[in-house]
């Protein structure tokens, strides 16, 4: 599928090895794909009809004019296709920049992890 040399085979190869081995964690997956989700923040001020533009397991980076400051709380909406009704999801800001900012995810069922974790996969080997 993807030749040797190819960046997302060595990512996906590595991921692979670092699973195997066991040394990855449910708080810490590095593998983050390309991926366009509707995400609205509803606390702590209610902003909607935003976009993710990458999104893994552990967090994603959402679309966004406004800059938050890090550290800051917020609570997410977000539509995966594979589901009728939103994730709602507690995440604290990591990093933010006017235009972009990146969330991680501290309140998160693990089968919503896996799902978001599918989603990233699924785009890096489309080729996002």
């Given at each position: ?8 085979h ?7 090895n ?94 919503d ?16």
């Amino acid at each position: 599928m993807f030749e040797p040399g190819d960046p997302r085979h060595d990512e996906i190869l590595d991921l692979a090895n670092r699973a195997t081995a066991n040394l990855l964690s449910d708080s810490h997956r590095p593998l983050r794909g390309p991926a366009e989700l509707e995400v609205d923040i509803l606390a702590p001020e209610e902003m909607a009809s935003l976009a993710t533009s990458t999104v893994s397991a552990g967090g994603l980076s959402i679309r966004i004019a406004e800059v938050i400051p890090a550290g800051t709380q917020v609570d997410l909406s977000i539509r995966v296709p594979q589901r009728k009704v939103p994730l709602l999801v507690q995440a604290q800001v990591i990093w933010s920049r006017p235009g972009e900012l990146g969330v991680a995810f501290v309140d998160l069922y693990q089968n919503d992890r896996e799902l978001l974790e599918g989603l990233a996969v699924k785009a890096l080997l489309e080729g996002g």
